[in-house]
């Protein structure tokens, strides 16, 4: 392999091997085949990744991007014209579909609305070996090739209310609606205790619509304080349709840890629930007070309860996992024993919840026919058990994705690449980089240092019959500090640093500040593909 040194001269005796050069270099101005470049794969909840169609192929051959994939039937006509001057617009805009960060727990504090209560809420080092043509491209730019993104960083997701801790809290539209029921069902519930506050008794119950969320917010805020204390890093909480959110960045290392994050929400909405009943047996159980009291007891007794069932994504699924990881030593053992319990939790609520309904069992009267209340009984179970099934399959591909992640390696994932100037004729940078089997082109200035990458995207959409006369710098991109990443990174690590500055190529050095080569964000983003489509 050809790899730049410090002063950009090529490095022999670098990734040498056969199965890694490729196959006899084509001449500049080949045609080469354009492969299928999958789309940013879409995590949290569910990293759910889709392909693209195959990127139509200029008939020249490019730098960095590519992937092995080929695409079937005829290539386009490779003699397409391009704009006046034979320099592209590329925008490098960001692409719209985007993924969970992987490595997301999400802790999920489900809410209820009837009665108000609560639901779920490093070895030698290998290049990427291309078959099909030392010089591919993956496309004509538009933004492809970026790292996976995070949907919030686009999405902020709703209203922002506060950074309690530093940790940014956002009310989800949906909440709204879910307030707006509260306040209907309780409000004729206290109607019928305190007949005598007529209307006022919707007001009373919008409050305790929204003291019942702060009660949901206080046992994300343990869930948040048990992270930051383990130094897990927290994006932010969200309040929605079925509760709350703790979006946590990292697993935690141990079971205990584990164990420990997941049961101080329970455990604060039980001391919430104790704080309410002192409360209520200081006042009136008759009056406004005592009726928002008691309502406000029985809520958090339920959502801690609820959420110390045994199955993914509950809180008590992660506790169960944190005990089958601690007896195996395998953390992947314990989210497939919990998600599978939380498939069964969510098959027994669907059916279970509406009998126990129906039967009287939970307070009410047994309703011999099929009414009104039971529809809306059994819609609130299938709701309740959509989430919990869509969450234990979501927690299951996570832990997959946890499991594959190390094999994202910068030096592995990594184009050679070849040094040129500025003013070095694209079609002579072509030649050069087929040559030497190389990928990508890096531009140097006089004293060999690179200063800045050729895109992909660029040399793509100039013609071949204007390469001679279109100077590579023309078609660069500025290396900022953070397009410089070092060969060493992996996994998470190599994630973040590409999240941090978003980019279609990347300079790839060593720790000696010699240049290793270029990664190309589409070959992150098809292994993070592949990482998530094989089995565990």
């Not at 704080?275 to 958090?300: E, H, I, K, Q």
């Not at 959420?307 to 809180?315: E, K, Q, R, S």
Request: aromatic share 6%.
């Amino acid at each position: 392999m050809d790899v730049s040194g410090g002063r950009g001269q090529p490095r022999p005796g670098n990734d040498e091997s056969a199965e890694h050069t490729g196959p006899e270099a084509q001449a500049p101005g080949g045609t080469g085949d354009a492969p299928a470049t999958p789309s940013t794969p879409a995590p949290a909840g569910a990293t759910d990744a889709r392909p693209e169609g195959p990127t139509p192929d200029s008939g020249a051959p490019a730098p960095a991007g590519a992937t092995d994939a080929r695409p079937e039937g005829p290539t386009p006509d490779p003699g397409a014209p391009a704009p006046e001057g034979g320099t592209p617009q590329d925008t490098g805009a960001e692409p719209d579909h985007e993924a969970p960060a992987p490595g997301h727990d999400r802790h999920r504090t489900p809410a209820h609305t009837e009665p108000p209560a609560h639901r779920p809420s490093h070895a030698p080092a290998e290049r990427p070996e291309h078959p099909d043509h030392p010089f591919a491209h993956s496309g004509s730019g538009g933004g492809k090739g970026q790292p996976p993104q995070r949907p919030e960083e686009r999405k902020r997701g709703g209203l922002l209310m506060g950074r309690p801790f530093g940790v940014p809290v956002y009310v989800a539209p949906s909440w709204f609606l879910v307030a707006i029921l509260i306040t209907w069902v309780f409000g004729g519930q206290i109607d019928r205790v305190l007949p005598e506050l007529g209307a006022a008794s919707y007001l009373v119950s919008l409050f305790f619509a929204v003291a019942f969320y702060a009660s949901v917010l206080v046992h994300e805020l343990a869930h948040t304080l048990a992270a930051l204390r383990f130094k897990l890093p927290v994006r932010r909480i969200q309040l929605q349709f079925f509760g709350g959110v703790s979006e946590i960045e990292k697993e935690a290392e141990t079971p205990g840890r584990e164990f420990v994050l997941a049961f101080v929400g329970p455990l604060l909405s039980l001391v919430l629930a104790g704080l309410f009943y002192l409360g209520l047996l200081a006042v009136d159980p008759s009056s406004v007070p005592g009726v928002l009291l008691a309502g406000l007891m029985v809520s958090n007794l339920i959502v801690a309860v609820f959420n110390l069932l045994p199955g993914l994504p509950l809180d008590g699924g992660r506790m169960l996992r944190a005990v089958v990881w601690a007896v195996t030593g395998k953390p992947m053992t314990g989210t497939v024993a919990a998600a599978w319990v939380g498939r069964a939790l969510a098959v027994c609520v669907l059916i279970g919840l509406p009998l126990l309904t129906q039967s009287g069992a939970l307070g009410s009267d047994a309703v011999d026919n099929v009414g009104m209340d039971t529809v809306l009984d059994a819609l609130l179970a299938a709701i309740l058990a959509a989430i919990i099934w869509t969450g234990a399959g979501n927690s299951l591909r996570m832990a997959r994705l946890r499991e594959h992640l190390p094999e994202l390696r910068a030096r592995t994932l990594t184009r050679r690449a070849v040094p040129v100037e500025s003013d070095t004729p694209l079609s002579e940078a072509l030649r050069r980089a087929n040559a030497a089997g190389a990928r990508a082109l890096v531009v140097v200035d006089a004293e060999g240092m690179p200063f800045s990458l050729v895109r992909e995207a660029a040399i793509v959409g100039v013609p071949e019959h204007r390469r001679p006369w279109v100077p590579v710098g023309t078609l660069a991109q500025d290396i900022t500090e953070g397009m410089r990443v070092s060969a060493e990174l992996a996994g998470e690590e190599l994630l973040d640093a590409l999240r941090s500055t978003p980019a279609t190529e990347y300079l790839v050095v060593e720790e000696t500040g010699e240049i290793y080569g270029v990664l190309s964000a589409a070959d992150v983003e098809r292994a993070f593909v592949k990482a998530m489509a094989r089995p565990s």
